[in-house]
């Protein structure tokens, strides 16, 4: 099983900074997906197959990576992106999820 | 609009099976892949199950010996029963659809249903 661990476990960033996620993989993974989530609300899906934006996602969100390592870009924070963000890989029919990053307003 | 809602009891009780519907409207599913993920209060997110949509099931090898997952098309549901409840069962529980057989993230999901597992 595949154990996904992200850094840092939380961040504080003002609005119209940069913001970088981690993601780490026990193993190589070929696919991995990123999401946003709000207090009381579900995920939302924001990248997919590494770097791909889901439908409706602004441009400011890109992923990239390989193998074992991966990132989550925001190239300019807005007050709405300060939330968790969790990865998530499926490998082996067998999905997993990163403990989550929190993006707090510095 | 693809939406999902998940319904099941307010609280269980320990030893007893915890039982959720996800009901799905904008999409049928029968023709695509549905899962079900969980969220203890403050924790980060656990996968549970998916069904494919010809039935076959996998499961999360740490709670595989209690869960299961299936199907009713005629209602367009699908259902998550997991037996032998603990505390450690207490969590938001979210029902999500995977869009494709080879679409290996969760593109839609429900807004989830807290079931706190207490005596």
């Known amino acids: 099983e595949i154990v996904l661990t992200q850094s840092p476990a939380s961040l504080s960033l003002s609005p119209g900074e940069r913001a970088t996620l981690s993601c780490r993989a026990s193993e190589s993974v070929s696919f991995l997906a990123w999401y946003q989530q709000k207090p009381g609300q579900a995920p939302r899906l924001l990248i997919y197959?590494?770097?791909k934006r889901a439908p409706g996602i602004p441009g400011r969100f890109s992923g990239g990576g390989s193998g074992t390592d991966f990132t989550l870009t925001i190239s300019s924070l807005e007050p709405e992106d300060f939330a968790v963000y969790h990865c998530q890989q499926r490998s082996d029919w067998l999905y997993s999820f990163g403990p989550g990053t929190r993006l707090e307003i510095k | 609009q693809v939406q999902l809602q998940e319904s099941g009891p307010g609280l269980v009780e320990p030893s007893e099976t915890l039982s959720l519907t996800c009901t799905v409207s904008?999409?049928?599913?029968?023709?695509?892949?549905w899962g079900w993920i969980r969220q203890p209060p403050g924790k980060g997110l656990e996968w549970i199950a998916y069904i494919y949509h010809n039935g076959r099931t996998v499961y999360n090898p740490s709670l595989k010996s209690r869960v299961s997952i299936s199907v009713d098309t005629s209602k367009n549901q699908f259902y998550l029963k997991l037996t032998s409840v603990t505390a450690a069962d207490t969590a938001v529980y979210f029902c999500?659809?995977?869009?494709?057989?080879?679409?290996?993230?969760?593109?839609?999901w429900g807004q989830g249903t807290l079931v706190p597992v207490s005596s």
């Open positions: 904008g999409a049928s599913v029968s023709s695509n892949e």
């Open positions: 197959d590494i770097s």
């Open positions: 999500a659809r995977q869009k494709g057989m080879y679409e290996y993230h969760f593109d839609y």
